[in-house]
């Protein structure tokens, strides 16, 4: 996993609230064999007619939208079926980071273990974040993951709260394997007795 | 004096490799099973970051989600399961992990191979890329699902990073009354306290009803226990474990077994231990279940009726309660034995076992399916589809006019052609009755194998209590 410190970029607002991970990558798109190559089906109902031409009024379909890589949206996002497609389409388009005022839970913990940073903020802030974006297109900001900070183009700067454990292993680019991995001596120890472990052939 | 402690207590103690404080407990995984639908990325992930399976000789795979269930001799029509299937076996060669292959006689469901098998043991840490892990729970054994990520993880480490998680203690006094099975008593339940009751804990399912279960129903009850909200459940192994377990190929054999056996006598919760939460249930007053609606949650006894929205106190449940029942065509106050079937499926991790197929072959048995039924029956694995068969069971299904599949998880989840069509209505022996779960505007009513099979005779719920 990518280490995450900073991230700058352009703001894409969705305002809505409920968006499940239904919506972010619909089920026709599961039964890929690979992790990747989700990007050009996420949002893919709102962002595609059934013919596969984009519909023009969805935000991803507009310039310089379409290059953003921080989405902000309403509350209680990634609801829905625990599927990990979701946080892996959104990274294969180029979102890096979630803004919303709240999150489900499993799809929360999924954006951690692929190296995307959810950041949960008082809905007054994400109001104010959505108007901005929507009336400026091309607005930034950028997200300091060390100092807990969304700071806009325009200076305003908010602190956002964040697991320290979590913080540490996006910080250090550590997946939680590799961060596992880190204690291999420790397994081996365990290893050597493991009570209930029996070997297959 | 050691503090008295739960079973749960006492397997996740076992199992610590590391716990530090502000960081989740590093907790080692002693069985691994794998199947195609949620394992490709895993391994991708394996590949691109250059790591190997760490315990191969730990780690179990099948398949089974995807799997057609007619004729094994025909290639995989559609490319994608084919695709999946393909993947899991490159997987298995590459990284060393053993696999009950499609025509191999140890595949089936993945939660029905594994105690078969004798890989599922009293003790052991065991996951799996799918929610109904928690069937393993029967044996004593703390099982729980887990998503891609974490597949992954137990690859490559043979570890998980976990909390620990809040102790239940489900108590069922009484017996279950004859005519009532294991899944009429966790449908029940379920029914009784929400889905949500299980949310955060693990529970242990104890008393006499309980105790009095077989393996295969116990299984049917832990099976479940994700519907309850629950990650896992779990019952203590005794006799009746032990029993079941003793000669498998994968359990312990000759000395190893009998030593085995002392330390899994070890394996309970001891008197005095304290649960986080605590309730009870009732056996002797139950009635065998038919769910009416769209969550395992919403069910009813046979003898009763479709609820009735407008009664519901809840605004919540009251709506979806109405949506539940336009979806499931429904109207509210109809007797649930006059409810009109057009399919049955007997099969799944819940309830495709020999247990299951000998109760559905003993209600079936002379009879003749309903002439606008469709029926089919699933064994759970191969191994049960050939002790079926030694008994003649499949006789039974064919001549009532049944169909009789090849193992795997069929229209339990549908993902395979075995699909209901929009509005077609399903007595099901499964698990999840979700909108689409069966086939998209398919209508799903969970009930036991010998409600299933009834219905299927009659073309409508009866109460099975009566054709004793
Ligand atoms: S039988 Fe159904 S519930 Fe069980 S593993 Fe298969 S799909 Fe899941």
């Known amino acids: 996993m990518e280490p995450f410190h900073t991230h700058t970029g352009i703001l894409a607002p969705i305002p809505r609230a409920n968006i499940d991970t239904d919506a972010i990558i619909p089920k026709q798109f599961l039964k890929r064999i690979e992790r990747s190559g989700f990007g050009s089906f996420l949002f893919y109902d709102w962002r595609f007619q059934s013919d596969g031409t984009p519909i023009p009024d969805f ?9 953003a890589s921080i989405l902000v949206a309403g509350p209680n996002f990634g609801c829905g079926s625990s599927r990990e497609h979701a946080p892996w389409a959104l990274l294969d388009y180029g979102f890096h980071v979630i803004i919303a005022s709240s999150f489900a839970d499993i799809f929360y913990n999924n954006c951690f273990k692929n190296g995307v940073l959810p950041i949960t903020l008082p809905e007054t802030d994400v109001e104010a974040l959505l108007a901005q974006a929507q009336a400026q297109p091309g607005f930034t900001a950028t997200v300091d993951l060390r100092e807990q900070t969304v700071t806009t183009a325009s200076g305003q700067s908010v602190h956002f709260a964040v697991d320290p454990y979590r913080k540490m292993c996006l910080l250090e680019g550590l997946d939680d394997i590799g961060l596992t991995l880190r204690h291999a001596a420790q397994i081996d120890e365990y290893e050597k007795t493991a009570p209930f472990a029996v070997a297959h052939a | 004096m050691a503090r008295p402690q739960t079973l749960i207590d006492k397997i996740w103690d076992a199992h610590v490799v590391r716990e530090q404080a502000g960081e989740p407990t590093l907790l080692y995984i002693d069985l691994h099973l794998v199947h195609e639908v949620t394992s490709p990325q895993a391994f991708e992930g394996l590949r691109t970051s250059g790591r190997k399976v760490r315990r191969p000789d730990l780690t179990y795979a099948t398949v089974d989600h995807n799997v057609p269930t007619t004729d094994r001799a025909l290639p995989i029509t559609d490319p994608i399961s084919k695709q999946q299937i393909d993947t899991l076996r490159a997987n298995c060669e590459a990284f060393g992990i053993p696999l009950a292959d499609i025509h191999s006689r140890d595949q089936g469901v993945v939660h029905v191979i594994g105690p078969e098998l004798g890989l599922t043991l009293p003790g052991k840490t065991i996951v799996c890329g799918d929610s109904h892990t928690s069937t393993h729970g029967a044996f004593g054994a703390l099982a729980f699902g887990i998503g891609t990520s974490e597949v992954e993880h137990v690859l490559a480490t043979e ?7 809040k102790t239940m203690e489900v108590f069922v006094f009484g017996q279950l009354p004859s005519g009532v099975t294991a899944k009429d008593l966790i449908l029940g339940l379920i029914a009784k306290y929400g889905t949500a ?24 009850v832990c099976n479940m226990s994700i519907e309850a909200g629950a990650r896992a459940g779990l019952i203590a192994p005794d006799d009746t474990t032990f029993a079941y377990l003793q000669g498998r190929r994968h359990a312990p054999q000759g000395a190893d077994f009998e030593a085995a056996k002392q330390r899994w006598r070890q394996l309970c919760t001891d008197a005095d231990a304290a649960f986080d939460a605590r309730i009870e249930f009732d056996a002797q007053t139950l009635v065998p279940q038919v769910t009416w609606g769209t969550s395992p949650g919403m069910g009813a006894d046979v003898t009763g009726r479709v609820p009735d929205p407008a009664q519901m106190a809840d605004p919540v449940a009251r709506r979806s309660a109405e949506l539940a029942l336009a979806y499931m065509g429904l109207t509210a106050g109809t007797p649930m034995q006059e409810i009109r079937i057009d399919r049955v499926f007997i099969g799944s991790c819940t309830n495709g076992r020999i247990e299951d197929l000998r109760a559905a072959a003993k209600v079936v048995q002379g009879k003749t399916i309903a002439s606008h039924v469709k029926a089919m029956v699933v064994p759970g694995s191969h191994l049960v589809k050939e002790q079926a068969e030694r008994e003649g069971l499949h006789d039974i299904f064919v001549q009532a006019g049944f169909e009789w599949r090849e193992p795997g998880c069929s229209m339990c989840l549908a993902m395979n052609p075995d699909v209901l069509a929009p509005g077609e209505r399903c007595a099901s022996t499964s698990n999840r009755n979700f909108e689409g779960r069966q086939g998209r505007d398919g209508r799903t009513h969970l009930v036991s194998p010998a409600m299933a099979a009834a ?3 009659a073309g409508h719920f009866v109460d099975t209590r009566q054709l004793a």
């Not at chain 1, 935000?59 to 290059?67: K, R, T």
């Not at chain 2, 570890?159 to 998680?165: G, H, I, M, S």
């Not at chain 2, 009751?197 to 049917?220: D, H, K, N």
Request: proline residues 7%; neutral net charge.
């Open chain 2, 159 to 165: 570890c998980l990073q976990q909390t620990r998680p």
């Open chain 2, 197 to 220: 009751f299980g949310t955060g804990y693990v529970i242990e399912y104890r008393g006499p009803a309980i105790v009095a279960l077989s393996m295969e129903e116990r299984m049917t």
């Open chain 2, 455 to 457: 219905a299927a005779i």
């Open chain 1, 59 to 67: 935000v991803l379909n507009q310039a310089p939208y379409s290059s």
